[in-house]
Each structure stands twice: as structure tokens, then as C-alpha cells.
């Protein structure tokens, strides 16, 4: 890992709280939807273009030098006479389909404060502040498109087939909304010009709220895999066959799922989850004792060798249940992505600049994905929390409370500082 | 319970092996699908009249007097000259879609055989012998229509609105077969012309197969309950939600499953069933943990009080884990049907004749419903059932070995002829 000077600033800076929620509110009406109260800006639409160019408008009101590129990123720029490796901060505008108003938002519109109160307080910066807010996050088009062409991870062939499961092809998408798609290939910016990459974003999550702490410092994204397994036994009338003479498909699901706790006590950490959340029985008749049972199983933790011990208890378990329950066992694994670290020097600055805020804070991995865990493969990159209320996202009653905004969008404000001071 | 006198024969009577597996081959061509070797002889289809006029046929040509009921009961009669009840033999001639050739048919022609075997013995009853062939028992329009009707269980308001899950009204499927459905409600006979009602079926189960049996000597027909429960807990991002911050609805229908065992060990017998057949997760994604589940609970036992304690356990085991894992808990009784006991003295009965035949028995409950219970509320009535091969039924592969239809054949025989022989 590159290792970042440490520069401490002497006293915190503050960012303008009103400024900050004038902008929230004014964002959120962009793509509101009065029936649901929801946020309609999923990736391509003319609300999520109107976003980007409303954006335009104030990094251009803040004096930043504002530019769209071919993928939809908008980019603002700050300091730019300087000619040194930029600190980018910034998040995403798009939403999901009836999403709230902070998730993405308040960390592109944290970034853009941060532009502000330097300009204000005449900051003398030794790099130039980009701010970035990313296309696509939400994964309409089945990735995290925007970050993914900036880090040049977007391919031809991906680019022709990627669509919504709706069957909107990613190209068609753009050049509805006057973007060249084939252009796209091209953007892909040089990691050298980027000295360091930082994210606020809102928790999604009820870790920070139920312990009362103020800021989650992202120590980095999960791994995580997904597998889908099969038991199979033998459909019965469920009257006819006795309990000790039943292939009870669902009751070998049932026992795996009993040991899940004691899997995570033995192989896991703190940090491991594994979610069962689909279940399809077969024939799923209340009067036939299931034949078949097909469900998923997605792992997680910060490290890929304690998936790895988590998916191989997992498979132990099941085998052992399978044989007790005289089930014919299988499972394939559709995705396993390996966690990605968050740079420790940039923890290192989230925490002390949360303490010299006077801000509880803990160290804690992202279960969610977030654009910062493509910059990670390509630069120095990190992200902090904020509390989530009742841990809801995705969701018109998604909410962050102003104290909490202005708490992560200062401990934010006083890292770009730091990184911008360094050499 | 009336006490039906007993009256052994003194050498077991034998039937035509060959001629019953005539007969069912026969009937196992009407209705037959080349393309999944199924039969389809569904209530009031075509083949299900065909089968019925077949029948008729059948039981002419064997010096019977035949007649089809308004409700399409098929019915025979022998040594009709003794003015006394009747000993009813019989079962039911429709079929399951993509059915097996044994389900109803076997009890129907082991019936006609009996008549056919006396009648070639010269046999001198002392009261008339009967066949019926019911209609609908496998409850097309939602119930079993043929032996309600004739026990005058159905009511013009039922009439008025059954009709199959696709929406066919009995009235429709009734008529365009020439039926005349108001009349329905004019057939009831009335129990004293009935001396005892017996059954022969296969048992549509592993129990006599997997103990190695000949024959099943039923008991009683199970009473069944169905509940569905509702668990409500928190849907939340299975990332970002840590395993002890969860109200995942699965797990906890998981802890309930898992107590089942113990559960029916504590408050059951070993005739009773506890079957979760039906369970749907909300949202039932893999990435999300469930915030709510719905799912059965089908139980049964012969004993009424069993049941109830049964449904009393679950109540409270779900009650006590709702708490633990924070999930509101809710359930309604969909239905609730008391147990039917057959007449001791023809358990008696068949127990005997299959030991004189020298096979093996074993007193057990049906588990599934049959013609026998409903006559087992207006008269004597049992039921004897033959082994599954695999316990499969419903299905094109149902099958019995013939020297099992033999000796289920054997013992209705003997034991229709000796209630045919008491005063």
C-alpha cells in the first residue's frame, strides 16, 4: 500500500450546515415522486441527467471547473493551477426506484461544501480538489458502471449487452440522453493523477444508531458470495407418510439453518453474515411434504479466507444433513467477490479527524457496495458513515439526522484538508 | 356404535385374479394419456363418464341391476330379492389429473368381483349386496361430491357455488354431461337401508411397503387441520445488517421447524403428522434478510384432543420465538376436520378374514381422505388399504403388485360375505 504522509491540521474546519441542506432538499425534488414520497433517479433517466446538470450548475456558482464526461460522471474541480495528483471526494446522484434522499447524495453534496468552505476559508492547498459524483451506482445496467469506466473496468462486450432486467440495453439508455456510449472506452483516468479518494456516505445500516456512535469509520467492503443449493428428497402426501419415513426436503433446509449461529461462532467473525433469503419449495402444497427445496445462501465477511472457511462449513453441514435426511444435496456458487481494504492511512485520517471533532467513532467493514471499492483497486481510497435511522435505505423513509450529516460532512471537510496539505 | 353381529365363514372364499386384472387394465384405458402415461379421468370429464357407462356395463353383464344417480354415483345391485340393508361395497372410478390405474378403480372392481365370485359360488346371502362407484371423490369442485350427495351432506347453496380452481361451476360440468344437478339434492339415501360400508385402496403410503405388510386394516381416517402463520419481522440489507441487529422472519419459522420433532414426541402419537408444505419469504431475495414469512402448518392425528394439543404447541413454540427473534406472530385456522373412526366391528372383521387368509395386518390410520369417512357418519363403514409400491400415488407411476391386489381382493371378499350372511 502506498503510505500517505500524515499532515494534522491545527483546528477543525466547519462546513456551513444550511448551505449543505438547502442543497439536499433542493436535489431531492429533482426525480420526487409526491404519490410515494420516493426518489425516482435511476441511472439514464431525464431526472438523473437533470441531477447532473443541476450539480453543474453549483460546482460552476462554487467556482469549480465543472465537466460531464461520456459516462455520465460529473466532475468538479478546484485548486486546478496546481498541477499535482488531485484529492477526489464525491459519491453518486442516481437512486434506486423510489429511493431517499441521502444515499449517494449527501456524499457528492458533503464534497461539494468541502469545495466551498475551503474557497471561503482561503485554503492554501499543496494538490488540486476534484469532486466526482459517479453514473450508474445503483447498478440499473448490472454494474456499478460510472466508477467502473473511470477505473477502466468497462468493456466492449459488456457494453453491448449490458441492459435493466427490463431489457434496456445500456446503450440505448445513453444515446437517448445525447451520451456517445461507444466513447465510453476512453475515459478511463489514469490512477498517477489521483492521489487519494474519499467518501461519505449514509450507513444503510443500524450498527451506528443502535450503539449510539457517531461516525463509522469503513475499514472496507465485504466479500461476498452468493450460492444457491438444492436439497432433494421425495414429494409425499403429507397424511400417508410417517414423520420417520419422510425425504422432507424443507426439514434438511430447516436443520442447515439451525446451525448458521454456531457456523458463525466457529469459522466467522464479527463480521461474517450469511442471509438465507430466498427458499422455493417444490411443490410448496400445504398437504405434500416437500420434494424439493431451492435456496440461497449469501456470505460475507472482511476477509476471503474466512468465506472461505464460512462456504466450507456451510458445504459440511449440508452434506451431513443431506445423508441424516436421505436428500440429494447440490449447490453452485454465482458470484464470489473478494473484499476490498480500505486504505489504512486514510482510516487513520477518518478517525483522528473525527476525535479532534470530539465524535465517537468505530472502525467497521460496509456490507453494502459503494463506488469507493472500485477506486480502492486503483488508488489510495476510503469512506465513512453516518447513521442511518432505524438502519432503512433504499426507501422513501430513509433518513439521516442533521446533526449526523453535519458530524460526517465535517470529519469529510477536515480529511480532504489533511490530504490536500500533503505533498 | 351399532354392533354388528359376527358370523365366521368357515373356508375363505378366493376371486378371479385374472379377471380383476382384466377389468383394470380395461378401465385404465379410459381416460389414458400416451404422452405422460397418465389417467385423466377427472369428475365429470368425458373419460369420467365413459368410465361410469364402462361400469355399467360391467356390473349388467355380471346379472346385476345397475343404474348413475343424478349425482353420477354408479351403482350395482345383486340378490336384490332380500328385503333387508344392504352391504355396500365400493370406491370411486375418477382420478387425479395424470393419475395411477389403482387409486378408487381397485376398490370399485374388487367390489364387482366379489359380487361376481358369490354369485359363481351360488352364494346364499341373507341380505342384498351393493357396488357404487362415487363421483368426484378426488374433490375437483372441493369437496367428495358423490358420497356427500348420497349422504345428503350437500346443500343447494354448496351447489349453487362450487366450482374447480379454474373456475368450471359443478352446475356447468354437471349439465353438459346431461346431469340434472338440482336433482342432486333429492338422492340422499337413508342410512337404515345400508347394513355396512367397506372399502378396499390402496394405501397411497411407505407404511405397509417399508414394514412389509399385506394387508392395512384402517383404523380411521386422520382429522387434519391446516393453519397459516405469518411472522413479521424487518427486512434489511443483508450486508449491512449484523446477525444479532436482525429480525429475520426465516429464522425464525427455522427455530419452529426445528422444534417439530420434539413437539409431536412430547404432545403426539405415532399417527400424528406435522407438515410444513408452503412457505413464502418476503422479500425473497437472496441480498435482503427476510422481513416476513408466510407458511403452513398442516397436522394431523385420530384423536381430536391430540390434534389440539398439537396446534397448542405450535401456538406456544411460535409465540416464545417470535419474542426472541422480535417478529410479530399471527396465525388462522383454515380449517379444522375432526378424525373419522371406522366400526370396530369390521376392523374385527377384516383382521380376521386376513388372518384366515393367512396374511399379515396391521390396524393403522389413513392419513388421506377417502369415500369411507363420510359413510362413516351415516353407517357401519371401514376400510382396508393394499401396500404402495414406493408409497407413490396421484401419479403415473403408482403402482400395486398383483399378488397384493389379490390379497386385498381376498379379504373385502370374505368379509363383504360374512356381513352379507348376519341377520
Known sequence: MTKLKKAATKQSLKVDLDRLRDNLYELAKIGYNEEDKGIYRTAFSDADMEARRWLVERIEESDGKAHIDE??????????????????????????????MFDGALG???????????????????????LVSFADEEGLFGGMFGVQAFCGKVTL????????????????????????????????????????????????????????????????I????????????????????????RSDAFMGLV????????????????????????????????????????????????????????????????????????????????SWLDPYQCHEDIIDSFSRQAKALDLSAVVMPSGAGHDTQFMAEIVPAGMIFVPSVGGISHAPDEWTNWPDVENGANVLLNSVAEFLMQN
Open 157 to 220: 462486450d459488456w457494453m453491448k449487452t449490458a441492459s435493466t432486467v427490463e431489457g434496456l440495453r445500456i446503450f440505448d439508455a445513453m444515446e437517448a440522453q445525447g451520451l456517445e456510449p461507444m466513447k465510453v472506452l476512453n475515459i478511463a483516468r489514469k490512477p498517477e493523477t489521483i492521489h487519494a479518494f474519499l467518501e461519505l456516505h449514509i450507513e444503510q445500516g443500524p450498527v451506528l444508531e443502535t450503539k449510539g456512535l457517531n461516525i463509522g469509520v469503513v475499514e472496507g
Open 222 to 245: 465485504s466479500g461476498v458470495y452468493k450460492w444457491v443449493v438444492t436439497l432433494k428428497g421425495k414429494a409425499n402426501h403429507a397424511g400417508t407418510a410417517p414423520m420417520n419415513m
Open 71 to 100: 459516462a455520465g460522471n460529473v466532475f468538479g474541480k478546484w485548486f486546478d493551477d496546481i498541477d499535482k495528483p488531485s484529492v477526489l471526494v464525491g459519491s453518486h446522484t442516481d437512486s434506486v426506484p423510489a429511493g431517499g
Open 108 to 130: 457528492v453534496l458533503a464534497g461539494l461544501e468541502t469545495a466551498r468552505v475551503l474557497k471561503d476559508q482561503k485554503f492554501k492547498p499543496k494538490r488540486p480538489l476534484e
Open 255 to 334: 436443520d442447515f439453518a439451525h446451525e448458521i449461529p454456531r457456523i458463525i461462532e466457529e469459522d466467522g467473525t464479527e463480521n461474517s453474515r450469511l442471509t438465507v433469503g430466498m427458499v422455493e419449495l417444490k411443490p410448496g402444497n400445504p398437504h405434500t411434504v416437500p420434494g424439493e427445496v431451492e435456496f440461497s445462501i449469501v456470505g460475507r465477511d472482511m476477509k476471503n479466507s474466512i468465506m472461505r472457511n464460512l462456504a466450507n462449513s456451510c458445504q459440511k453441514v449440508l452434506a451431513t444433513i443431506a445423508r441424516r435426511h436421505n436428500l440429494h444435496f447440490d449447490f453452485a456458487e454465482h
